[in-house]
């Protein structure tokens, strides 16, 4: 589903924050530049006037257990950070989800999830994007699903989700998500050319053109362009065996 998700932060008080909750999840940090920090798929860089912080952003975790959803909550609220909701069950989503919610540095929300289809190869089970409206934001995503292996799982007027093979996202309607920036994987340049080609013509904006990105590492190959409400949306092929 995600290749990595990247938010802008105040890093070194996200830092503190990730690493105190997602521990209890069994995740630990994976990498650290002075640019990035990751976490498998989820990584921090630092905001600042020119790039300015994520807002207004849900992300959950993947939690193995209902007992590390507790945990999770346990270690964050104990060490001072907000809570927004206690663990228990949250059946208005599916009778086995057990969930526990806080609130990060930047005050995006931070979410433990346990029920029985969590996705399988990644740290992020999904994520609710705040849109100025789900019509023109759901057309976007439409747009490139083809070359980003998304499909629409549920469709109303107030919540789109897109799904890939494990995870998801949802697009919801509210004051817009700020800042958030997502890449989804492919194993052929073609869809990544074919992404940025079909979105451009589409009138989305151009924020970087098809190729390669060695400073990330060699053989990266993406494209970027931005979603209705200016998140910075990729496709990238790694190139790795």
């Not at 940090?29 to 990035?36: A, N, P, S, V």
């Given at each position: 589903m995600f290749d990595h998700v990247t938010?802008?932060?105040d890093r070194t008080a996200s830092e503190r924050f990730y690493d105190t909750v997602l521990t209890e999840l069994g995740i630990d940090?994976?990498?650290?530049?002075?640019?990035?920090s990751e976490w498998g798929d989820f990584s921090l860089t630092g905001a600042d006037d020119a790039n300015p912080p994520t807002r207004r952003l849900h992300v959950a975790f993947v939690a193995p257990s209902r007992e590390q959803v507790d945990e999770f909550w346990r270690a964050g609220t104990e060490a001072g950070y907000p809570d927004e909701g206690k663990p228990g069950p949250r059946p208005e989503y599916r009778d086995d989800y057990y969930g526990a919610f806080l609130i990060d540095p930047d005050g995006n929300s931070a979410e433990a999830v346990h029920?029985?289809?969590l996705r399988r190869d990644g740290i992020v089970d999904h994520l609710w994007i705040r849109v100025a409206a789900v019509a023109p934001a759901k057309s976007f995503y439409e747009t490139i699903a083809p070359y980003a292996g998304l499909s629409v799982r549920d469709d109303s007027p107030d919540r789109v989700q897109f799904a890939g093979s494990s995870g998801s996202?949802?697009?919801v309607p509210g004051t817009p998500t700020e800042n958030v920036h997502l890449a989804f994987p492919t194993d052929d340049d073609a869809d990544v050319q074919r992404f940025h080609?079909?979105?451009t013509n589409a009138g989305y904006p151009n924020n970087g053109p098809p190729g390669e990105r060695p400073q990330y590492h060699p053989g990266y190959y993406a494209a970027y362009v931005l979603d209705p409400d200016g998140n910075n949306i990729e496709v990238v092929n790694h190139h790795r065996p």
């Open positions: 938010i802008r932060v940090r994976t990498y650290r530049t002075g640019t990035f029920h029985g289809s996202f949802s697009l080609q079909a979105a």
